[in-house]
T-cell receptor, first 117, second 112 residues
Framework: DTGVSQDPRHKITKRGQNVTFRCDPI?????LYWYRQTLGQGPEFLTY????????KSRLLSDRFSAERPKGSFSTLEIQRTEQGDSAMYLC???????????????FGPGTRLTVL | GQQVMQIPQYQHVQEGEDFTTYCNSS?????IQWYKQRPGGHPVFLIQ?????EVKKQKRLTFQFGEAKKNSSLHITATQTTDVGTYFC????????????FGQGTILTVHP
């Protein structure tokens, strides 16, 4: 399967714990995005990378959230001191992206469902 | 900030009936993308519209982008049970080329 993969698919944690999610984009896709989706809502943008550079962060992304893409391939999203309000599906997407392309087609992974007890 | 509104929130149809969902943006978009999400699944890309007034068809699905590039619609002719799911529009615009702003989605239920 050459699509976007995410790990783990499900995560249950206790309030106050730290969690880390991983996303592997489609090979050769330069752009990688993180979104959060709660029940009954559309995905909400969190942040995106062009290669290893983090180009934009949403105001939704509090100081407890950090994302990295150190080598321009896979990415990690860490949530520190989790709160019950962090419970959601965390979606990763990737796109080809090239200079001047604007927004190109984003392909989504299966998501990581986080439950904070 | 940019907002994308989508109506209706829910639509129940009998198999064979048509279905339309509408999307409106608070700002002019550079392009709009449509996604389908099955229950328990993730968003799957359907199409991207870029040009003002653009119309694209995929079999029974017709997508339109408004002249002002602020609204869009998806029309499905003669729905089938396989069309069940949530349809999202997602707009890109302004100076934020990477960010998609999603609508709330329209949940389509098709009764056989």
């Amino acid at each position: 399967d050459t699509g976007v993969s995410q790990d783990p698919r499900h995560k249950i944690t206790k309030r106050g714990q730290n969690v880390t999610f991983r996303c592997d984009p489609i090979s050769e896709h330069n752009r990688l995005y993180w979104y959060r989706q709660t029940l009954g809502q559309g995905p909400e943008f969190l942040t995106y990378f062009q290669n290893e550079a983090q180009l934009e962060k949403s105001r939704l992304l509090s100081d407890r959230f950090s994302a990295e893409r150190p080598k321009g391939s896979f990415s990690t999203l860490e949530i520190q001191r989790t709160e019950q309000g962090d419970s959601a599906m965390y979606l990763c997407a990737s796109s080809l992206g090239w200079a001047g392309a604007g927004t190109d087609t984003q392909y989504f992974g299966p998501g990581t469902r986080l439950t904070v007890l | 900030g940019q907002q994308v509104m989508q109506i209706p929130q829910y639509q129940h149809v009998q198999e064979g009936e048509d279905f339309t969902t509408y999307c409106n943006s608070s700002t002019t978009l550079s392009n709009i993308q449509w996604y389908k999400q099955r229950p328990g699944g993730h968003p799957v890309f359907l199409i991207q519209l870029v040009k003002s007034g653009e119309v694209k068809k995929q079999k029974r699905l017709t997508f339109q982008f408004g002249e002002a590039k602020k609204n869009s619609s998806l029309h499905i002719t003669a729905t089938q049970t396989t069309d069940v799911g949530t349809y999202f529009c997602a707009g890109a615009g302004g100076t934020s080329y990477g960010k998609l702003t999603f609508g709330q989605g329209t949940i389509l239920t098709v009764h056989p």
